[in-house]
């Protein structure tokens, strides 16, 4: 004879019960006022969780007004929005073109400053007193704008 | 609410890809309950904040769903639903499974009922905050949709076994709850 226990159990398998397991619990039902109380409470219980109650008054209206339609997808070049590749992605090529090229202008300063100065002095007025001074200031600046540029990236465009 | 057989959610994703707004309308206003729902049991009073920001999830990232994998959309969907909603409330920090205004449905309803309604709200709330997180995040998402464990294990990502064992602890522990409490005999008394 099912005991009390076995009939939690049976409950508990529902639709993965045996047609024999669920007629044996449905006697001990019959039997047992309890677990037949039991039964009927877990029976509300699961009509309740199976409830979907609709989403507040307005909430589309919301959803929409914060979807950056027409607005993201103008300037990004995508229908959504949405980046081809994760921002992460973006950022650290971004930094490491930038860091590179920060490297390459600061070996050229340091390796052959006269040189450096010359070129620098074709494209300004005013000549560098100090190449290796004014490389590396022109190293530590393009480095700066390559981080803060990529850290703008990161963290002021919506994405991943 | 467009009904199902009127919606093609895979046009409807095809024409969000290509920007149209109309479609977005109609993609949140079909999926907002369910979203909602599921935002609902897993973050509680943040469930606003969890639902939307599915949508905007959605929005950035709807180029990454393959309709060709085989996997419905409305899966995937939820199972953004409940990756937000996770982070929204802070993995399984919640404290309340169940917000203050959980409507349980009471089928069979008596002139004893609103007496018994409100306290099977108060049982239903006891015996789900009961549950360990997994247990009550697998039996909840397994009621929300239509008892498919398959579902369950596609939105949460956890294999089909463990959604079984999580969802048969989760009901023996509701029922071990129901029993123990005795409140099952105060309001199957009043059925």
Known sequence: MMDCERFTDIVAAGEDASPREVEEAREHARRCEECGRLAKAFAAFEAASAEVPPAPAGFASRVMARLPLGREAAWRGSPTGAAPFPKWVVSGIAAGACAVLACVVSYFAFSDPAAFAATVESFADAAAPDANVFGSMIGAFVAAVAVAGSLAYYYLVPGD | ?191
């Open chain 2, 1 to 191: 609410m467009a009904r199902a057989s009127e919606f093609n959610e895979q046009d409807v994703v095809a024409r969000c890809l290509a920007g149209e707004q109309e479609a977005w309308r109609e993609l949140v206003t079909r999926y907002q309950d369910m979203v909602y729902a599921v935002a609902r049991r897993v973050a509680g009073p943040a469930a606003e904040d969890a639902a939307q920001e599915t949508f905007l999830r959605v929005f950035r990232k709807l180029h990454t769903y393959r309709a060709d994998s085989g996997a419905k959309f409305s899966s995937w969907l939820y199972r953004v639903a409940y990756n937000v909603a996770c982070d929204v409330a802070g993995r399984r920090g919640r404290e309340a499974p169940l917000p203050e205004d959980f409507e349980g449905r009471y089928d069979g309803p008596g002139p004893e009922d609103l007496a018994a309604g409100t306290e099977y709200r108060e049982l239903a709330r006891e015996a789900l905050a009961s549950l360990r997180p997994e247990y009550r995040d697998a039996l909840e998402l397994y009621y929300l949709m239509g008892k498919s464990y398959e579902q369950v294990a596609e939105i949460t990502a956890m294999p089909l076994g463990t959604v079984k064992s999580y969802i048969h602890r989760g009901k023996k522990a509701v029922l071990s709850s129901l029993r123990r409490t005795g409140v099952a005999d105060s309001l199957a008394g009043g059925m």
